[in-house]
Protein backbone atom coordinates (compact mmCIF):
# COMPACT_ATOMS: atom_id res chain seq x y z
CA UNK A 1 0.00 0.00 0.00
CA UNK A 2 1.38 3.45 -0.39
CA UNK A 3 1.31 6.76 1.77
CA UNK A 4 -1.62 8.25 0.74
CA UNK A 5 -3.38 4.77 0.85
CA UNK A 6 -2.14 4.39 4.06
CA UNK A 7 -3.25 7.91 5.24
CA UNK A 8 -6.69 7.36 3.66
CA UNK A 9 -7.17 4.06 5.54
CA UNK A 10 -5.49 5.78 8.71
CA UNK A 11 -8.74 9.04 8.74
CA UNK A 12 -11.12 5.93 7.59
CA UNK A 13 -10.37 4.03 10.72
CA UNK A 14 -10.11 7.15 13.19
CA UNK A 15 -12.84 6.34 16.10
CA UNK A 16 -14.70 9.03 18.27
CA UNK A 17 -13.59 7.12 21.97
CA UNK A 18 -17.08 5.35 21.91
CA UNK A 19 -16.93 1.95 22.99
CA UNK A 20 -19.03 1.19 19.66
CA UNK A 21 -15.84 2.59 17.93
CA UNK A 22 -13.38 1.24 19.90
CA UNK A 23 -14.35 -1.86 19.19
CA UNK A 24 -14.85 -0.91 15.33
CA UNK A 25 -11.06 -0.06 15.20
CA UNK A 26 -9.31 -2.78 17.40
CA UNK A 27 -10.95 -4.81 14.47
CA UNK A 28 -9.44 -2.66 11.86
CA UNK A 29 -13.24 -1.99 10.04
CA UNK A 30 -14.32 1.36 8.64
CA UNK A 31 -17.44 2.79 9.28
CA UNK A 32 -18.56 1.88 5.41
CA UNK A 33 -17.02 -2.03 5.44
CA UNK A 34 -19.25 -2.52 9.16
CA UNK A 35 -22.04 -1.05 8.08
CA UNK A 36 -21.74 -3.47 4.28
CA UNK A 37 -21.15 -6.55 7.08
CA UNK A 38 -24.06 -5.71 9.07
CA UNK A 39 -26.16 -4.72 7.31
CA UNK A 40 -27.24 -0.98 9.22
CA UNK A 41 -27.39 1.60 6.77
CA UNK A 42 -23.96 3.84 6.85
CA UNK A 43 -25.32 6.69 8.44
CA UNK A 44 -27.05 4.99 11.34
CA UNK A 45 -23.62 3.10 12.28
CA UNK A 46 -21.68 6.56 11.87
CA UNK A 47 -24.40 8.30 14.50
CA UNK A 48 -23.98 5.43 16.63
CA UNK A 49 -20.06 5.17 16.51
CA UNK A 50 -20.31 9.05 17.15
CA UNK A 51 -22.25 8.12 20.30
CA UNK A 52 -24.68 10.44 18.64
CA UNK A 53 -27.25 7.69 18.42
CA UNK A 54 -28.00 4.59 20.79
CA UNK A 55 -28.58 1.78 18.46
CA UNK A 56 -31.77 -0.70 18.83
CA UNK A 57 -31.86 -4.10 19.60
CA UNK A 58 -31.73 -5.36 16.23
CA UNK A 59 -29.32 -2.94 15.50
CA UNK A 60 -26.90 -3.72 17.99
CA UNK A 61 -27.48 -7.44 17.48
CA UNK A 62 -26.30 -6.84 14.00
CA UNK A 63 -23.29 -4.77 14.88
CA UNK A 64 -22.28 -6.96 17.84
CA UNK A 65 -22.20 -9.96 15.48
CA UNK A 66 -20.06 -8.66 12.60
CA UNK A 67 -17.95 -7.12 16.00
CA UNK A 68 -17.32 -10.34 17.52
CA UNK A 69 -17.72 -12.39 14.77
CA UNK A 70 -14.15 -14.24 13.90
CA UNK A 71 -11.30 -12.53 12.71
CA UNK A 72 -11.36 -13.07 9.12
CA UNK A 73 -14.66 -11.66 7.68
Known amino acids: ?3 AADKRRGQKLRGS ?3 W ?3 RVARDLSV ?3 AAASGVPRSIVGLIDQGRL ?3 PQQ ?3 ILA ?3 GPETL
Open 1 to 3: MNE
Open 17 to 19: GTE
Open 21 to 23: SKL
Open 32 to 34: SEL
Open 54 to 56: NPS
Open 60 to 62: AAA
Open 66 to 68: VLS
